[in-house]
């Protein structure tokens, strides 16, 4: 045999990914008319969003841990974050509220990456804004920022009130040192108890005798967002802790010189999937 007879042809090759793209679309197709029967199910049980982010985390772990080859993780993952949420929207038609004070471009990068083009984009300045917005939906989504913003209030008590909205998600999923959108957002929703994960609780603050010492303690056991609230020395915290018990923290802040007000849960997400970091989070080759 000749190699001109080993080596396939350009058209051969062009031929191998035909048949690769429409197998791709035939199977994009087929999973819509398992949504289509999905939808049916589903809808019997709640109302509202189809967002369910605890399965939706543990697909985009499945997706991180089965991925290998050429291909840059960041495209596989942007793909099937495109692919979801777009299944999530003609499940229920929702829209995504954006806090934009964290700066416009990180955000909507963060919202496109993570929802795509399909589910409209509506920009707020201010969270509160958001959470209003949400409130004020059937099934709608908002993005906030997860780190503190100067100049930002403690948005999170307008989670505090039984049917207000909760955190459901935090963003990205997988978190690695360089993710094209890596800005660490909250995803608030309706509350959605029967798919809500719970790896990770949080929970709106108020302390007297909020300080130095108080904060570095906390810092040991829970992330904490801190702005003061009141005269002198009060502080209103979002705290985010491992599991759903926030009694550790509350000992913490006591044991520091703080006395706790209020301790109120404002919902839950999955842990993040921290790939190619250790527990720090220090990237590793
Ligand atoms: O599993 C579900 O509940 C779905 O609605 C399907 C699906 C998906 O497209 O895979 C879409 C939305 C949910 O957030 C999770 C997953």
Redesign the pocket.
Known sequence: MTDAAKTPSLADLRAEIDRIDETMHRLLME?SEI?DR??QV?RTQTEGS????A??AS?MRSLVERHHGLLPLDTVESIWRV??????YV?APYSVHADLSVGEPLMRDSARFHFGFTAPFVPHMGARAVVEAVAASRGDLGLLPAAMVPGSDAWWTALEGVTAPKIIARLPFVERADHPAGLPVFVVSHPIAD?AVTEVSTFSVRVAGWSARAAAAVATHAEVLAVADGALDGAALLVSVRGTDGGTVQDVLRQSGASVRSFIPVGSHAAPYRFGMDSAGIARP
């Not at 189809?50 to 982010?53: D, E, L, S, V, W």
């Not at 692919?83 to 999530?88: G, P, R, S």
């Open positions: 999973r949504i999905l939808v589903k189809a967002f369910r982010p399965r939706e697909m692919i979801i949420a777009t299944f999530t499940q798919a």
